[in-house]
């Protein structure tokens, strides 16, 4: 694995924890979006970052100063992927959109460069043709605050060349991650696979009037030791990705998706309450009552 420059397609919640990880151990990134506002927000997150790793892992000033110092930002994608050894894509989990840019990047990436996807839920076969490389593509992803959380699952596709396969375990080692190998394509990895059906039955329970976050939450960690519920977890995780994930369900006929799509919009996403980052999600941040110490009484 020779990758010494990195792009990251997408500087929301985990494209920019992608871009700072990466910086973090040394290699120097690129972090694409398609507006200025997208990647002032981004800078605000990396300028955030810098103090949740002097916290979390115990970075001095001079590390977090030098990896904000490895980033660069532009909505020009040609330019941000000029150099790049591997694009990383963390765009919206919506079909047309990343067909969209997958035509584009292949078009306008050297020759050289491996893509990988950062979907929660997609499989790289999917994209595959868009790419105009697909023995370059495969599929790279993330569990959310990834210097704490740190998995990185490889999803490789029947025609994806085991070289490369190889060299994004090893890109996943090198920037702190335990590397998950995958060898046969899955809607959502292993994580998700384990996830995402929790998350969908708490929703489930909430919409249908069961009970109430903190109760389902507290339900969860006292009964099976987890450090945190389902509901801290949405917030964690952001609302967006939930939302794209339960409305394309709901698209495709899943009509209690769509109801659960539809709360999240109008109860959540659309009064900026998208969970832990802005402050307010299920829980009110930065204090949230899943940390308060009788919460579980």
Known sequence: MDYKHITIAGGGVLGSQIAFQSAFFGFEVTVYDITEEALEEADKRFKTYKGIYQKDMKATNEQVDNTYKRISMSTDLAEAVKNADLVVEAIPEVVSIKEEFYTKLGQVAPEKTVFASNSSTFLPSQFAQFTGRPEKFLALHFANEIWKNNIGEVMKHEGTEEKHFNDLLE????????????????????LNSLLVPLLSAAQSLLIKGVSDPETIDKTWVISTGAPVGPFAFLDIIGLHTPYNLQKAKGDAGDEEAAKIAEYLKTEFIDKGHTGKLAGKGFYEYPNPRYLEKDFLK
């Not at 996943?172 to 046969?184: F, L, Q, R, T, W």
Request: charged share 10%; no cysteine.
């Open 171 to 190: 890109f996943a080692g090198a920037i702190g991650m335990v590397p998950i190998p995958i060898y046969k394509e899955q809607p959502g990895y292993i």
